[in-house]
């Protein structure tokens, strides 16, 4: 098991999960998607500092937005206030998981084995719908309510955004929870 703050560029990015969930996308109507006052590493930075680091830009890689430690277990987060874009959270997943095993010097069975990965998402805006060649199923808040009932009655979980492929490929858990899920999913904290 590894202490995040044993690595300066980790410990110097220490913050309260709350921050890193802010979305001031709008100045005038600032939100945060979670109240956690849980200590995190801002990752948005230890990315800057560490591309930086390498004299290369900062828009060479992308990066989750935080990390805790829980148990042993090393979490990423992800917030996504707005309409999820697919393939900029696989980037965010692939390349935070390498700069931070790179910080760290362990390789990716390790990451198999001790780290999670949770993205956060606004429900409203990322309603699930189903779209292949002719068939369309309309987006229904109500049906995904539904659907989070049942699959947490079966004890399961959907992972959205074709997030499912890297679990266990990366990481050992992939985890996609609407604001509502992931307070729970903390409250196990």
Do not use: W
Request: aromatic share 10%; net charge neutral.
């Amino acid at each position: 098991m590894i202490n995040l703050y044993d690595f300066p560029i980790l410990s110097e990015c220490r913050t309260e999960l709350r921050e890193t969930s802010i979305d001031n996308s709008d100045n005038i109507d600032v939100k945060y998607m979670t109240e956690s006052k849980l200590e995190a590493v801002n990752f948005d930075q230890v990315k800057r500092k560490y591309v930086n680091s390498l004299n290369l830009s900062e828009d060479c890689a992308k990066s989750m937005d935080a990390v805790i430690e829980k148990d042993g277990r090393i979490i990423f987060i992800e917030f996504k206030n707005g309409k999820v874009n697919n393939r900029d959270i696989k980037d965010k997943l692939r390349d935070s998981l390498l700069i931070f095993l790179d910080i760290v010097k362990k390789d990716l069975d390790y990451a198999r084995t001790n780290i999670d990965c949770v993205v956060v998402y606004n429900q409203s805006k990322n309603p699930i719908s189903v779209q292949s060649g002719k068939n369309y199923i309309q987006e229904s808040r109500s049906r995904d309510i539904i659907n989070d009932f049942i699959a947490g009655k079966a004890d399961t979980e959907i992972i959205r955004f074709d997030l499912e492929r890297y679990k266990r490929l990366y990481y050992r858990q992939v985890h996609t929870y609407s604001v509502d899920r992931f307070e729970k999913y903390l409250g196990l904290f």
